[in-house]
């Protein structure tokens, strides 16, 4: 605790030095009764870890979290937000102001439609809910988006390439880390990860296993780089 | 930590002492697909609290939790599940050598019907949830009850007598502990609650909000009291 406070005292001054960066981590909880929700299993730990190295690297970090486990890290501004509906509206009152946005947090896409104000008893033997989608917080931000990069996410259990290059270009993306969930070592509730990264310049690097915390400069590393391309 | 765990060791030998207790704990998570699923706001700090003060009062105790931020309590054998069937097995058994069953976990009673091998594509802007009712542990206890003594839980909004009286009798029960959700200072994920404890033989007592760790002290003290009358 008290080394990694040093680390992150004694921080590096990269390109990020000075920048506005949002990252968002975490799940979101979809109420659907006082007691019930949707959720997913994020545990925060990747999100987390982007926004420490990002804040040691001499950068302004704000992290927006869905409720984890995990302790707000040093030097960080972190905002608590419950659902998806909370995270938009966190992450849109600071989007103009932002100069890098590293979407890390796995979003609830569905919500119940109806949202009981008490708990519901457990009557019936079946029970079908209606779920709808929530609000798209990265299509949004790539259809608002001026100057600022964005990063974004893609964890699937199949077809990873496929999918990730075509959410980096419908979502109009800078950045997309994409983890197979499958993968030993790799996805929620681990504290290593797995991931390939791929560029809006067309660059596909494939990292081999290493844990959060390596995984979070990884990613940095070709945040950087690829702002550098873009300015040459 | 230190001295919770020196408070651990010196041990208040009660009528607890030697009983085998398995207390149940924290919030089950019933999957939708690889990345989804359903569960409840339970923090689990009520039954880590019971769990640790039945082994304070030199009890063996067997702690069976859900998914939750806490620390094992010392002195304690752990034992995680996810699901409510993994939590019914895991009850189940060790129920014919318990003394005593605390069943203080929020178990989800709905689990989705499918339960999708790959994570299931966002294409609907409507998904309606097919849920079933999960295996109903309390009521198997109740209809299985030897000696054992069982304590249930009633979590409620509204109502909270009626339905804490009733599932009392429904659930074959010696205890209930109840506790209004909706009240300031009780329920989920604060470290206070607010409880009303009905016996089998007709008490009812209502305790003023108290710390989690006071209101485990107050519900083993009437689980003694309840035990001593038995035996008379």
Same mark, same amino acid.
């Given at each position: ?113 109806? !949202? =009981? ?6 009557? *019936? ?6 779920? $709808?989608?929530? %609000?798209? &917080? @990265? ?57 390939? !990264? =791929? ?6 690097? *494939? ?6 915390? $390596?995984?979070? %400069?990884? &990613? @940095? ?12």
């Amino acid at each position: 605790q008290l080394l990694e406070l040093v680390d992150t005292l004694l921080e590096e001054a990269t390109d990020l030095r000075g920048k506005q960066v949002i990252v968002t981590a975490g799940p979101t909880r979809e109420p659907l009764d006082p007691v019930r929700f949707f959720s997913n299993y994020s545990s925060g730990k990747m999100g987390y870890a982007l926004a420490q190295e990002a804040r040691r690297r001499g950068a302004h970090v704000t992290l927006i979290t869905g409720p984890t486990a995990l302790e707000a890290p040093v030097g960080v501004k972190t905002v608590a937000v419950q659902t998806a509906e909370e995270m938009y509206n966190a992450v849109n009152k600071r989007y103009q102001q932002a100069d890098i946005v590293i979407k890390a947090a796995a979003v609830a896409d569905y919500q119940p439609v109806d !949202v =009981f104000a008490h708990k519901q008893k457990k009557n *019936a033997d079946e029970w079908s809910v209606a779920l $709808e989608r929530t %609000k798209d &917080i @990265l299509r949004f931000l790539g259809e608002h988006k001026k100057e600022q990069i964005l990063v974004g996410f893609a964890a699937e259990s199949e077809q990873l390439h496929t999918y990730a290059k075509s959410k980096l270009e419908r979502k109009n993306l800078d950045l997309i880390v994409a983890n197979n969930i499958t993968t030993e070592g790799a996805g929620f509730d681990v504290d290593t990860n797995v991931v390939t !990264v =791929f560029t809006r310049d067309g660059q596909e690097t *494939a990292y081999p296993q290493a844990s959060k915390k $390596e995984v979070a %400069k990884q &990613i @940095l590393n070709e945040l950087e780089a690829y702002m550098k391309r873009r300015e040459a």
